[in-house]
Structure formats: C-alpha cells, structure tokens
C-alpha cells in the first residue's frame, strides 16, 4: 500500500497486487511505454499523455513529473510511513541538526555559507584543508545557518563546532 499526495493535498491511495493496480480501491487499467531514459508515453481512459520524471528523490520519497508541460511534485508514502504516522512516530527517523563539527583537526580554507542561508543536505559549507587535503564539508541536513562559529584561515581541532543550524 502507498500514498500518493500532491503539493495541493490531494491523496490517493494506491495498492498493487498481483499485477493489478487498484487506486482508492478501484481498477487501475493504463497502457505505458517508454520513449526516452526519463520519459513515457501514456494511454489512460482513450487520453494521451507524455510524462518526463524531472527529479527522483529516493530519500525524501518525493518525484516531480512534467505530464503535458504541467510539473508536479508528489510525495510517497509506503505502508512503514503509514505505520508510523499511524503509531504517532511520523517524525521518529527524522534527524535534526543543530551543529556542524570538524571531522579533524585541520585549517579553515574556505566558509561557503552565511549567517541566514537556507542549505540543504549535501550543499557544500566549508572546505577544511587537513594532511595537505583539502576536504569539502557537506551540509548533514537542510535548514538555515544560524551561527558561523569559525573565520577563514583559521586552525580547527577535531569536534569543534563550525556552525549552528
């Protein structure tokens, strides 16, 4: 079982079993054929569409589709998420990040961010230069940069705070 869920709140839920696709409880029937690495060609109730994946986060569980020149972005949830929210522990494998520590002692080449910057996870923050390497220190999540506690050209030791989310 999933839920679909679009940006304006409209849900389905879809179940596949057997090979059949059932949505809200009802026959799923539809013809679909690739014509390109990210792009598809569909037939549904005499219709024809054309719908390109735009972008696939497999992490966050949310896909944006260009279907007819019309973007849109759903979110999925599987029956484990259900199961959370349903237990009231949506938010428990959600990690928050107050801080960000240097991984080594090292030297402070580069500050990528500022104070009030909105990052998300994987954006670069800092490079830290340590044994003659030079080290890029990717955001551990997304959020607002609260606090710089470091400068530039400036030695570091291992588990010093760099910066407050």
Same mark, same amino acid.
């Given at each position: 079982?999933?839920? #679909?869920?679009?940006?304006?709140?409209?849900?389905?839920?879809?179940?596949?079993?057997?090979?059949?696709? +059932?949505?809200?409880?009802? =026959?799923? &029937?539809?013809?679909?054929?690739?014509?390109?690495?990210?792009?598809? &060609?569909?037939?549904?109730?005499?219709?024809?569409?054309?719908?390109?994946? #735009?972008?696939?986060?497999?992490?966050? $569980?949310?896909?944006?589709?260009?279907?007819?020149?019309?973007?849109?972005?759903?979110?999925? $949830?599987?029956?484990?998420? +259900?199961?959370?929210?349903?237990?009231?522990?949506?938010?428990?494998?959600? &990690?928050?990040?107050?801080?960000?520590?240097?991984?080594? =002692?090292?030297?402070?080449?580069?500050?990528?961010?500022?104070?009030?910057?909105? #990052?998300?996870?994987?954006?670069?923050?800092?490079?830290?230069?340590?044994?003659?390497?030079?080290?890029?220190?990717?955001? =551990?999540?997304?959020? #607002?940069?609260?606090?710089?506690?470091?400068?530039?050209?400036?030695?570091?030791?291992?588990?010093?705070? +760099?910066?407050?989310?």
């Amino acid at each position: 079982m999933l839920q #679909v869920k679009t940006a304006n709140d409209k849900t389905w839920q879809v179940d596949i079993q057997k090979g059949e696709i +059932l949505v809200n409880e009802n =026959p799923f &029937h539809w013809d679909i054929s690739p014509v390109g690495p990210r792009t598809y &060609h569909i037939i549904k109730d005499a219709r024809s569409y054309t719908a390109e994946v #735009v972008q696939a986060n497999y992490e966050e $569980k949310t896909f944006t589709f260009k279907i007819n020149g019309r973007q849109q972005t759903v979110r999925v $949830k599987d029956r484990f998420d +259900l199961l959370l929210d349903k237990l009231g522990m949506s938010n428990a494998n959600a &990690h928050k990040v107050n801080d960000v520590k240097a991984p080594m =002692p090292g030297l402070i080449l580069e500050i990528k961010v500022r104070p009030g910057q909105e #990052v998300k996870k994987g954006d670069p923050i800092m490079i830290l230069e340590a044994m003659k390497m030079e080290n890029i220190l990717k955001s =551990p999540g997304g959020g #607002v940069v609260r606090e710089v506690k470091v400068q530039e050209k400036q030695n570091v030791e291992k588990n010093q705070v +760099l910066l407050l989310f």
